[in-house]
């Protein structure tokens, strides 16, 4: 064998007194958590506001009562939703 085939020699560990090198920011766990976190949210709301545009509910139609029954419900409705006078 030759010595450029040879493979490498195991590296012996740091002294357990020796500090580690720093990681650099991507290898850092919280990170991604903290970034992956809002990522997160920012594509929900893009997948929501697809969904609503795409299926857009009905418009009812409550403007009118059905029968006599219903007309002072629909008038007490209208007056708290324009808040028009007594």
Same mark, same amino acid.
């Given at each position: 064998? %030759?010595p450029a085939?040879? +493979? $490498?020699a195991?590296t012996?560990? &740091?002294?357990?007194? $020796?500090? *580690? +090198? +720093? #990681?650099?920011?991507?290898?850092v766990?919280?990170v991604?958590?903290?970034?992956?976190?809002?990522? @997160?949210?920012?594509?929900?709301?893009?997948? @929501?506001? @697809? #969904?609503?545009? #795409? *299926?857009?509910?009905?418009? #009812?139609? @409550?403007?009118?009562?059905?029968n006599?029954?219903?007309?002072p &419900?629909v008038?007490?409705? *209208?007056?708290? $939703? %324009?808040?028009?006078?007594?």
């Amino acid at each position: 064998m %030759t010595p450029a085939s040879a +493979p $490498a020699a195991p590296t012996s560990p &740091a002294p357990s007194g $020796a500090p *580690n +090198p +720093p #990681l650099k920011w991507w290898r850092v766990p919280m990170v991604w958590m903290v970034i992956g976190g809002p990522a @997160t949210v920012v594509v929900a709301s893009f997948a @929501t506001l @697809t #969904l609503a545009i #795409l *299926n857009p509910d009905p418009v #009812l139609d @409550t403007g009118q009562a059905r029968n006599a029954s219903q007309l002072p &419900a629909v008038q007490g409705r *209208n007056h708290a $939703a %324009t808040g028009g006078p007594c």
